[in-house]
């Protein structure tokens, strides 16, 4: 504060100043001189600065205030523009979310620079950066987690896709064993890849390999069970330590079930051949000789598959790993076959006489029953009969080196024991053999030794009876050619000469006792036919009554050694033919309705022991069922195979649909039942408006959707 100078001047007081007293300078004041003036001043001026200063703090908090502002509207446009981003990585699935990390970061990184390039000051940029980089480190860091945690899926799903794989070719491959140890290595390398298995104890490692060798080898003794349980069995019995208990457990109850099943078709198989017909040994030679190919190939006369049998429609539909025993059923069927020729033509021939003519018949048919040889076997000549056996050497009119070697190879068995041909004798060593075969299966377990010898005994006389009916079959066929043209009433046949070709062949290879039938029917054909007396004709009403009430019975008379004039044995033989012809196709029909069995089932349409309305509505079925066939038949001109049986037995069913999914106007009348394919039905959506009203009218066994949208079927 300025100070007035003070002078040391005489008190006087001027006589012309009245009322004021003289000052001197000692008595003055600073007032005196304008302090007060100054001091007013020097307030203002404090004032104005104190002003000034709240204005420029208020101008700079405004100035922040809009800062915060710009940085949080950029900061909210490049968060929604990071949500967006990581969304869309987010939805990536896998080894995709995995691979698209980088660029998720490239991407985030941009957005943080293209708001710092936005920002209108360095204040603005700084305070934005604060806000985003923190939000971006969020994001980038369950980004991280998201894509570790997809790569630990994918890598899981990858290697549970390849021990899948692995299990497949295991399972396509059962039989062979580096494959198997290839494909168990390669699901065991996939999964220790795994961080999971890396960073699990040395406990949890060996308890997840244990896993996958376990699965392995269930794989495998399970596919293998299907076809050759008896090896299934072995491995089981030395690698059991590899499975853990319950495998163990359900493999053994598959493995020995499948014996019982399998093994037991295949022991009955070589059982019945060896016991009845074929020797087992002959039936590998006979192996050696055709050779094996799974491709169909040119056999002169017929195209061939497997062992030299007849390539049918559909074998490329058969698995792979089935075909070898499907043709080898065919191979014993086939030799079946040739041996009922061989022993009907000639019963009790030495053992190896009768399997090389059962082979040359498996070869080249049984046109050597009306042969030389034929003659020659049928006289007993078994010695000249080798010169004319080994004349069948040619095919295609030229002789064939293969079949030369052939014939040789067969001779060289030529000979031996003769062979016991009775039947209740040959049925009887089959049962002892099948006693042997069930200990030998099943040593040490008497309890499936029980179940397998039931069930091998069962399919031995199940498959010996059809065998028998086989070869009565066949001599009734026999028997028919030749008895047609014996009471022909258009023919006059006396003797063999008079037959024709086709007759003198069956002729020939029917039996010594039918040929002595025939040659009695020629002589009487000779002389005069037998006249009609009341006699006579009661005989014949009774056989004609016969095939009505008792064909099994009729079918196995023989007709031409009964006292009858010739259009009535005619009349007769005629029947018997039509009833054969009968029994064929019943036997065709049962065959096909086997196939569709299924549909059958679903549809409710079987036979009763007690329900007769079931029973005709079966029967009715079994009538259109027949007529469809027969039509395709006379269409196709050949039968249906197993899948067009089933495509004409569900259009069957499908041409009485009266609702989706059912049948109710079955075969032309009403059916208060519906019967339903499941397969092809829709599920009925029940009425929102009254469901429980709807559900009564719906059918029995129907699917129906209810209003809570579950699908249900009606009990």
Same mark, same amino acid.
């Given at each position: 504060?300025?100070?007035?100078?003070?002078?040391?001047?005489?008190?006087?007081?001027?006589?012309?100043?009245?009322?004021?007293?003289?000052?001197?300078?000692?008595?003055?004041?600073?007032?005196?001189?304008?302090?007060?003036?100054?001091?007013?001043?020097?307030?203002?001026?404090?004032?104005?600065?104190?002003? $000034?200063?709240?204005?420029?703090?208020?101008?700079?908090?405004?100035?922040?205030?809009?800062?915060?502002?710009?940085?949080?509207?950029?900061?909210?446009?490049?968060?929604?523009?990071?949500?967006?981003?990581?969304?869309?990585?987010?939805?990536?699935?896998?080894?995709?979310?995995?691979?698209?990390?980088?660029?998720?970061?490239?991407?985030?990184?941009?957005?943080?620079?293209?708001?710092?390039?936005?920002?209108?000051?360095?204040?603005?940029?700084?305070?934005?950066?604060?806000?985003?980089?923190?939000?971006?480190?969020?994001?980038?860091?369950?980004?991280?987690?998201?894509?570790?945690?997809?790569?630990?899926?994918?890598?899981?799903?990858?290697?549970?896709?390849?021990?899948?794989?692995?299990?497949?070719?295991?399972?396509?491959?059962? /039989?062979?064993?580096?494959?198997?140890?290839?494909?168990?290595?390669?699901?065991?390398?996939?999964?220790?890849?795994?961080?999971?298995?890396?960073?699990?104890?040395?406990?949890?490692?060996?308890?997840?390999?244990?896993?996958?060798?376990?699965?392995?080898?269930?794989?495998?003794?399970?596919?293998?069970?299907?076809?050759?349980?008896?090896?299934?069995?072995?491995?089981?019995?030395?690698?059991?330590?590899?499975?853990?208990?319950?495998?163990?457990?359900?493999?053994?109850?598959?493995?020995?079930?499948?014996?019982?099943?399998?093994?037991?078709?295949?022991?009955?198989?070589?059982?019945?051949?060896?016991?009845?017909?074929?020797?087992?040994?002959?039936?590998?030679?006979?192996?050696?000789?055709?050779?094996?190919?799974?491709?169909?190939?040119?056999?002169?006369?017929?195209?061939?598959? $497997?062992?030299?049998?007849?390539?049918?429609?559909?074998?490329?539909?058969?698995?792979?790993?089935?075909? =070898?025993?499907?043709?080898?059923?065919?191979?014993?069927?086939?030799?079946?076959?040739?041996?009922?020729?061989?022993? @009907?033509?000639?019963?009790?021939?030495?053992?190896?006489?009768?399997?090389?003519?059962?082979?040359? @018949?498996?070869?080249?048919?049984?046109?050597?029953?009306?042969?030389?040889?034929?003659?020659?076997? =049928?006289?007993?000549?078994?010695?000249?009969?080798?010169?004319?056996?080994?004349?069948?050497?040619?095919?295609? $009119?030229?002789?064939?080196?293969?079949?030369?070697?052939? =014939?040789?190879?067969?001779?060289?068995?030529?000979?031996?024991?003769?062979?016991?041909?009775?039947?209740?004798?040959?049925?009887?060593?089959?049962?002892?053999?099948?006693?042997?075969?069930?200990?030998?299966?099943?040593?040490? /377990?008497?309890?499936?030794?029980?179940?397998?010898?039931?069930?091998?005994?069962?399919?031995?006389? @199940?498959?010996?009876?059809?065998?028998?009916?086989?070869?009565?079959?066949?001599?009734?066929? @026999?028997?028919?050619?030749?008895? =047609?043209?014996?009471? /022909?009433?258009?023919?006059?046949?006396?003797?063999?000469?008079?037959?024709?070709?086709?007759?003198?062949?069956?002729?020939?290879?029917?039996?010594?006792?039918?040929?002595?039938?025939?040659?009695?029917?020629?002589?009487?054909?000779?002389?005069?036919?037998?006249?009609?007396?009341?006699?006579?004709?009661?005989?014949?009403?009774?056989?004609?009554?016969?095939?009505?009430?008792?064909?099994?019975?009729?079918?196995?008379?023989?007709?031409?050694?009964?006292?009858?004039?010739?259009?009535?044995?005619?009349?007769?033989?005629?029947?018997?033919?039509?009833?054969?012809?009968?029994?064929?196709?019943?036997?065709?029909?049962?065959?096909?309705?086997?196939?569709?069995?299924?549909?059958?089932?679903?549809?409710?349409?079987?036979?009763?022991?007690?329900?007769?309305?079931?029973?005709?509505?079966?029967?009715?079925?079994?009538?259109?069922?027949?007529?469809?066939?027969?039509?395709?038949?006379?269409?196709?001109?050949?039968?249906?195979?197993?899948?067009?049986?089933?495509?004409?037995?569900?259009?069957?069913?499908?041409?009485?649909?009266?609702?989706?999914?059912?049948?109710?106007?079955?075969?032309? /009348?009403?059916?208060?039942?519906?019967?339903?394919?499941?397969?092809?039905?829709?599920?009925?959506?029940?009425?929102?408006?009254?469901?429980?009203?709807?559900?009564?009218?719906?059918?029995?066994?129907?699917?129906?959707?209810?209003?809570?949208?579950?699908?249900?079927?009606?009990?």
């Amino acid at each position: 504060m300025p100070v007035v100078p003070t002078a040391t001047v005489p008190s006087v007081a001027p006589t012309e100043s009245a009322g004021i007293g003289y000052q001197s300078s000692a008595a003055a004041t600073p007032e005196a001189f304008g302090a007060g003036i100054g001091q007013a001043k020097l307030g203002l001026a404090r004032q104005l600065e104190t002003t $000034g200063d709240m204005m420029a703090s208020h101008a700079l908090r405004m100035q922040e205030d809009a800062n915060v502002t710009s940085s949080e509207k950029l900061f909210l446009d490049q968060d929604i523009k990071l949500s967006k981003l990581t969304d869309d990585y987010n939805s990536l699935q896998g080894s995709a979310r995995v691979n698209a990390l980088p660029q998720f970061h490239e991407d985030a990184a941009a957005l943080r620079e293209e708001g710092l390039q936005n920002a209108q000051n360095p204040d603005v940029k700084k305070k934005f950066d604060q806000l985003f980089t923190r939000q971006l480190g969020f994001s980038i860091k369950a980004a991280g987690r998201e894509s570790a945690s997809a790569f630990r899926a994918d890598q899981k799903a990858t290697s549970s896709s390849i021990t899948a794989n692995s299990m497949s070719t295991i399972a396509k491959n059962a /039989d062979d064993d580096q494959q198997f140890l290839s494909a168990t290595q390669t699901a065991l390398t996939s999964q220790r890849a795994l961080p999971d298995y890396q960073g699990a104890s040395e406990d949890t490692k060996l308890e997840m390999d244990r896993t996958i060798v376990s699965g392995a080898w269930t794989t495998r003794l399970q596919s293998m069970a299907r076809n050759d349980p008896l090896r299934a069995r072995d491995l089981f019995n030395k690698n059991k330590d590899s499975l853990d208990g319950i495998s163990q457990l359900k493999l053994q109850d598959t493995i020995n079930q499948q014996i019982i099943n399998v093994q037991s078709r295949v022991d009955s198989d070589h059982i019945i051949q060896s016991g009845a017909l074929v020797d087992t040994s002959l039936a590998e030679r006979l192996k050696k000789l055709e050779g094996y190919s799974e491709k169909p190939y040119a056999d002169f006369k017929q195209t061939s598959s $497997g062992y030299g049998t007849k390539a049918q429609l559909g074998d490329e539909n058969i698995p792979p790993e089935q075909r =070898r025993a499907v043709y080898e059923q065919r191979l014993y069927t086939e030799l079946g076959r040739a041996a009922n020729i061989v022993d @009907t033509f000639a019963p009790g021939l030495p053992t190896g006489t009768r399997n090389a003519l059962i082979s040359l @018949t498996y070869n080249a048919g049984s046109a050597w029953t009306s042969s030389g040889l034929g003659s020659k076997i =049928r006289s007993g000549d078994l010695e000249g009969a080798k010169q004319n056996f080994a004349q069948y050497n040619q095919a295609g $009119g030229v002789v064939n080196p293969g079949l030369v070697d052939r =014939r040789a190879t067969e001779l060289s068995w030529w000979g031996g024991e003769a062979r016991d041909s009775d039947p209740t004798s040959q049925l009887g060593t089959a049962l002892e053999k099948a006693k042997e075969q069930a200990i030998k299966v099943f040593p040490d /377990d008497p309890g499936n030794q029980a179940k397998y010898l039931d069930t091998l005994q069962n399919r031995i006389k @199940t498959d010996y009876s059809v065998l028998q009916a086989g070869v009565r079959d066949m001599q009734l066929q @026999t028997r028919n050619i030749v008895q =047609r043209e014996l009471f /022909d009433p258009d023919h006059h046949v006396v003797d063999y000469d008079h037959l024709s070709p086709k007759a003198q062949q069956a002729y020939d290879q029917a039996p010594p006792m039918l040929q002595k039938s025939f040659d009695d029917s020629m002589r009487r054909n000779s002389t005069a036919d037998v006249p009609l007396t009341a006699e006579r004709q009661s005989r014949f009403d009774t056989l004609r009554g016969e095939s009505i009430n008792e064909p099994d019975k009729f079918m196995s008379r023989d007709v031409s050694n009964e006292d009858l004039p010739r259009p009535q044995k005619s009349i007769l033989l005629k029947a018997q033919a039509d009833r054969k012809a009968l029994v064929d196709k019943g036997a065709k029909l049962n065959s096909a309705l086997s196939t569709i069995q299924p549909l059958l089932n679903d549809a409710q349409i079987g036979k009763s022991a007690t329900d007769q309305n079931k029973n005709a509505e079966y029967n009715k079925f079994s009538g259109v069922f027949q007529k469809s066939l027969d039509d395709f038949y006379q269409e196709k001109k050949r039968p249906p195979t197993d899948k067009e049986t089933r495509e004409i037995g569900i259009q069957l069913l499908k041409t009485t649909v009266t609702g989706p999914g059912y049948f109710g106007s079955l075969f032309g /009348d009403r059916s208060d039942r519906a019967y339903r394919v499941v397969a092809d039905q829709t599920p009925i959506q029940l009425r929102s408006d009254n469901p429980a009203s709807h559900y009564s009218e719906i059918p029995r066994h129907s699917i129906f959707i209810g209003p809570d949208g579950q699908k249900r079927v009606k009990p």
